[in-house]
């Protein structure tokens, strides 16, 4: 997701027998985001129908009457030619997804501690495990406090 959503990729690295997998990943995940944000009630939707463009000036969450559905967004977003980040602001699903999967965590140290723990198992006496075996032991390691509760 990752890199679908990132506009100077999209689909052109995939193959295409991968490509309609990641085009239906996208809808699904798109239609989740969509689903969840529609959910938000509206901050200005005690506006009446009479009430005039002035009133309207001083509502700044309201969202846009005209979103398109999922799918529609998906395939705009896919066949759009710009390659430019800013693109993102005309799809605010894809713009969602974008955020989620392409933000990088602020901090180093959880990575730092799990190479920390693995270089604690991963010793001279035990120069011989299996790849399968040492990621079962830095799991276990890593998460031995949730069996002391």
């Known amino acids: 997701m990752a890199s679908v959503t990132l506009p100077q990729l999209r689909l052109r690295w995939l193959d295409e027998g991968k490509k309609e997998r990641a085009r239906a990943l996208?809808?699904?995940y798109v239609s989740t985001v969509q689903q969840s944000t529609d959910r938000v009630p509206e901050q200005c939707s005690s506006v009446t129908e009479s009430a005039s463009q002035e009133d309207d000036f001083f509502c700044f969450d309201s969202q846009?009457?005209?979103n398109p559905d999922a799918r529609a967004e998906v395939d705009m977003f896919l066949t759009d030619t710009s390659r430019d980040i800013d693109c993102l602001?005309?799809?605010?699903h894809i713009k969602n997804l974008f955020l989620k999967y392409n933000t990088p965590l602020p901090s180093s140290a959880p990575v730092e501690r799990?190479?920390?723990l693995g270089g604690q198992i991963l010793t001279p006496r035990r120069n011989r495990l299996t790849p399968a075996h040492?990621?079962?032991?830095?799991?276990l390691r890593a998460n031995k406090w949730l069996m002391a509760k």
Do not use: T, W
Not at 89 to 92: A, C, D, R, S, V
Not at 134 to 139: K, P, T, Y
């Open 89 to 92: 602001h005309k799809f605010p």
């Open 26 to 28: 996208l809808y699904e």
């Open 134 to 139: 040492f990621e079962r032991q830095l799991l």
């Open 114 to 116: 799990l190479f920390s």
């Open 64 to 66: 846009p009457s005209e």
